[in-house]
């Protein structure tokens, strides 16, 4: 499957001022259609700049319920945890009602925090929007490849990730899909290869979830893109 819908932006800080934009649309438009805004967030760095541009929104926080893709085996309060990212650089920052923000308890360990995570996410489903990130691997979330999981499950442990740290929790590939729209957001000429790769269609656990999730659109700079 070919790449799905793109913008392509000249810089990764033109992606995050366009990543906020499109995520507050979204918000929007589901909380005038339901009442409610369900977000799955991304980890690693490249979405940190757009949730700064969303610290300073305004928009009915009250009706938004912020849960995440993946989180990393750590500590609440390590700094390489993708909760304190967020909360550091925008949850804290704005009124969304502690109850409505469901960070992983990964500091359980992979099982337990999967299964536990797992009957929140039972909860958020369908997802308005979910937020997806793309290692220089072609993953996603804490999906990597060749690590498949059988049978499919909502929220999978993960033992033997090859990006530190290796324990780690992440959304399975249908529930990564169960949006009614889904933003990639990939900068930089580090993520060139894999792009190039999902243009060639090879098995990349970003294409997989593409390939079956709903309104996908990919966010990227020229960088990343392959364009001087
Ligand atoms: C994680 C992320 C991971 C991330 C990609 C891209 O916990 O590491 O969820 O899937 O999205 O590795 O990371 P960068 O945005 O830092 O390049």
Not at 17 to 30: T, Y
Not at 147 to 168: N, S, T
Request: proline letters at 9%.
């Amino acid at each position: 499957m070919p790449l799905p819908e793109q913008q392509i932006f000249p810089c990764a800080d033109d992606v995050a001022g366009a990543a906020a934009d499109f995520i507050l649309e979204q918000a929007n438009k589901s909380i005038a259609a339901r009442g409610r805004f369900h977000l799955v967030l991304a980890g690693g760095r490249t979405p940190e700049a757009a949730y700064r541009h969303l610290a300073e929104a305004h928009t009915d926080w009250d009706a938004w319920y912020v849960a995440f893709g993946d989180e990393r085996c750590l500590p609440p309060d390590d700094p390489e945890r993708n909760s304190r990212m967020a909360a550091e650089v925008w949850l804290d920052q704005v009124p969304i009602p502690a109850a409505n923000r469901f960070a992983i308890p990964a500091e359980l360990g992979p099982e337990k925090g999967a299964k536990a995570y797992a009957k929140t996410i039972e909860t958020l489903l369908p997802f308005d929007l979910v937020l997806l990130g793309m290692g220089e691997d072609g993953h996603t979330a804490s999906l990597f490849p060749g690590h498949g999981f059988e049978p499919e499950q909502l929220v999978v442990g993960v033992h033997d990730a090859p990006k530190p740290p290796p324990e780690r929790i992440s959304l399975d590939y249908r529930t990564l899909a169960e949006g009614h729209c889904t933003l990639v957001l990939v900068t930089g000429e580090g993520k060139r290869a894999a792009i190039q790769q999902w243009r060639e269609d090879q098995p990349l656990p970003i294409a997989r979830v593409a390939t079956i999730a709903s309104n996908v659109l990919l966010m990227a700079d020229k960088a990343a893109i392959g364009e001087s």
